[in-house]
């Protein structure tokens, strides 16, 4: 079992920057790929960026490249996504994520993360 806890969010104009970050509970912080989803209200949960288990490789939307960056330190059980260049249509609730089996690197998908932390929300303001 994983404990995800969120933290870092919070209102920024256009342009500005944040840094997102999520500490894991438990000493197997290692053996997950993590991920950073985000919603916005009246839309589905979308990924946006993934990281593997060495933080070796990353995975973005085309929506974020260049702008964002997942990195991690296992280290310290924490998962960060620095945000630079930040656009209204960036406000959503952010999640991060945990993947034992790896699959989510290429799917993608919600269903193959089996841990979620509660969110933190980033507003950016035009």
């Known amino acids: 079992q994983v404990q995800l806890i969120e933290s870092g969010g919070g209102l920024v104009q256009a342009g500005g920057s944040l840094r997102l970050s999520c500490a894991a509970s438990?000493?197997?912080?290692?053996?997950?790929?993590m991920g950073w989803f985000r919603q916005a209200p009246g839309k589905e949960r979308e990924f946006v960026a993934a990281i593997t288990w060495s933080g070796g490789t990353t995975y973005y939307i085309d929506s974020v490249k260049g702008r964002f960056t997942i990195s991690r330190d296992n280290d310290k059980n924490t998962v960060y996504l620095q945000m630079i260049s930040l656009k209204p249509e960036d406000t959503a609730n952010y999640y991060c994520?945990?993947?034992?089996?790896?699959?989510?690197?290429?799917?993608?998908?919600?269903?193959?993360?089996?841990?979620w932390g509660q969110g933190t929300q980033v507003t950016v303001s035009s």
């Open positions: 994520a945990a993947d034992k089996s790896g699959s989510g690197l290429q799917t993608r998908k919600v269903g193959d993360y089996n841990y």
């Open positions: 438990g000493r197997t912080f290692s053996w997950y790929v």
